[in-house]
């Protein structure tokens, strides 16, 4: 059983270099040259179920009949599961749309935020390892004239330039790498590539915020009492200096 993540980042990056193409990663042919079986169900576009018995080892899914964006991503999550666990910890591990529901043996549960860290760290190093996003943002960065400011390769807040090409770069990302903008968005985030400043975060990762839209101050102000050694030090601070 697999629970280290340095493990983990060995294991998707020989999973992903065997299985890669200029189509993008084939999951289908990973998954079989594990011996797991995979029972598949053209479902709802907008919705995907799916579900492994690690006992038996097989997963079933349902989903769009074109498996990518988050579908993808939740098929390699299961992919995980039984790769990365047995059934004497967990029994099966089911997914509705976003929902994970995971059934530990009681004789010796494992830790579920463990278990969820771990299958999340398994799909995005096995569908957007590290140093391939860092070449794709790079390479686009480069395309699209993207300016090192010194806030972040990709800097984000209410100016709708930087909304544009944060967009832009993502969408690229995405189609590239066949996952959703969302996960782009977080995986970018984790990286430090992508900083977003805005305050409170939008809903969905495309949305477009100004700052007039925002509710409350931005900034507010506090009056504290101040002892003269407190002062002292205030009136030495230099601006100059940082």
């Known amino acids: 059983m697999v629970v280290c993540i340095t493990e983990i980042e060995g294991f998707t990056a020989a999973l992903r270099n065997k299985y890669v193409s200029e189509a993008g990663f084939d999951v289908f042919a990973a998954i079989k040259s594990q011996g797991i079986t995979l029972t598949l169900h053209v479902g709802d576009d907008r919705q995907c179920r799916g579900v492994v018995t690690l006992a038996?080892?097989?997963?079933e899914f349902s989903g769009p009949e074109n498996i990518r964006n988050d579908a993808l991503y939740w098929l390699v999550y299961l992919f995980g599961a039984s790769l990365l666990y047995t059934s004497e910890y967990v029994k099966h591990i089911e997914i509705v749309s976003d929902v994970v529901s995971i059934i530990f043996c009681d004789a010796k549960k494992t830790d579920e935020?463990?278990?969820?860290?771990?299958?999340?760290?398994?799909?995005?190093g096995l569908l957007m390892p590290k140093h391939q996003i860092l070449s794709a943002v790079r390479y686009l960065a480069d395309q699209h004239e993207v300016k090192w400011r010194g806030h972040g390769i990709i800097y984000l807040d209410y100016e709708r330039y930087n909304y544009d090409t944060y967009i832009t770069l993502v969408s690229e990302i995405a189609v590239l790498f066949q996952v959703s903008g969302q996960r782009?968005?977080?995986?970018?985030?984790?990286?430090?590539?992508?900083?977003?400043v805005r305050f409170p975060q939008p809903s969905y990762w495309s949305q477009f915020l100004t700052e007039s839209e925002i509710e409350g101050p931005r900034r507010v102000s506090l009056e504290i009492e101040c002892d003269s050694d407190l002062d002292n030090e205030l009136d030495e601070f230099d601006d100059d200096d940082y």
């Open 184 to 196: 782009v968005a977080d995986r970018l985030k984790e990286l430090g590539v992508l900083n977003d």
């Open 113 to 124: 935020v463990d278990v969820r860290k771990n299958l999340h760290e398994f799909a995005i």
């Open 56 to 59: 038996s080892g097989g997963i």
